[in-house]
């Protein structure tokens, strides 16, 4: 088994880490702020352009003689800059993406960027790790983006400004092309692959409808975010029209666990359930990887949503969260929204300390105490000496177009969840592996085995638009 060398975490995100009280604290914004990012998203600057939707070939170059198509990868919740997130590069690395998509939760514990040294959120999180890629990234804002104290304006500078221009080049990452805001399109109706992924801002507490409860009265009024239905509503009206294929990434799901988990996102999920064109949702926020197939979307829709028969909407409904944060149980018990579960149920027992089952069967996956006791255990359990994540039972998603698949004459979307069991065991005939090293290569056999397509030994996850 190799040696598996990792960056120093020394300064940046070592030793109880995540107990640090200004970190804890930082991460429990949830409950100590009120939530008005329903406000605070429209205060950062209007967006450029004002429609918010860019070509895709802006950003890739779609008509390269050497390549027939394009590829991208979609991570979740991927910004603590510890081992798990680190682990991953060497897989993102052999896929050779073109783009890069973080689907919220891009720097732990608060999406801070105040000092530019390593101890700021985005500098650990997002800069150095992804340090030397070569890519463009684009991201959708998760909770904890909104947990700053700038209520979230740090990730609209990084990602919707040229502020941090100099991060981004020193960092060897691609930012010729910056986000129009905090919720954005692209676009290839016109092109060959009819491609249009949104990325919807689900805000600090996924509050998208607003709330006013008469018992919370230290609060005003949270208003619904009508502008960006009515966007989302426009967006998909023309996809629609042009036939083209949609795909809707955004952090918060209301479909997880296989049941409804929020309350406050049913104008949104109302709107996709409109629209054919919508062939897949894509979230994150569970820090693991949940599957469902488009009949059971039609029926949660019917049952929690709409309340009423969903005859166009055929969307797969995924959760994925496993791009470097502290792993979540998937042992819950089955509700009525079955699902596919990665790691599965025996997989994460076997991975999970005694403490964190306890937690996960008292119902408090989400909680700080889950938290706390996680770290402690990760700390007691992995090499004994740092606070960082095994890099184990991570994912994220592969999205191919390919103008002719090999074996066929079709152009296709493919959508293919990445399963990353163990990163020794991709180098077992390695004795040392440096993962920042772009040369250190895993023999394509082994890559090939962590796609859920076709020749998976695991259930063929793949969704073809």
Known sequence: MAKIIYPDFTGARGFAYWLRPKNLWASRQAFMRVDYSNEWRYEFGKPDPPDRSIQLSQII?????????????????????????????????????????????????????????????????????????????????????????????????????????????????????????MYWELNDSDGDSKLVIIGIDSGKSANLDGYDYWWQFWKRKIYPDHSQHKWLDERLRKAQEKKSKVIILFHIPALAKEKQVEEHLSTLHQIIADYRCVELVLCGHDHNHQQYSADIFREYITNEEAHREINNSQPTYMVNGGGGAYLQSTDYSDGPYHSIRYPNQEEWIKYATWARRVVSDWGKNKSWISSTIGKIAQKLQIEGSEDCDAPKYLSFILLEFKKQWPHSNNSEIRVTPVFLDDLNLLYEDTETVNVMDKNCRIHQNRVSACKQDATSARENLEVRL
């Open 61 to 181: 170059n779609i008509n390269k003689s050497s390549k027939d198509g394009f590829k991208i990868i979609i991570l979740g919740d991927t910004g603590e800059g510890d081992k798990s997130q680190y682990g991953l590069l060497p897989l993102i690395r052999e896929f050779d993406p073109d783009l890069l998509i973080i689907n919220g939760d891009v720097a732990y514990p608060a999406g801070r960027m105040s000092s530019g040294q390593d101890e700021d959120d985005f500098v650990a999180g997002f800069f150095r790790p992804y340090t030397n890629l070569n890519l463009p990234i684009w991201a959708t804002p998760g909770n904890h983006e909104y947990y700053s104290p700038n209520n979230g304006r740090d990730f609209y500078d990084i990602f919707c400004t040229r502020k941090y221009d100099n991060y981004w080049s020193q960092s060897g990452l691609n930012h010729s092309t910056i986000q129009p805001g």
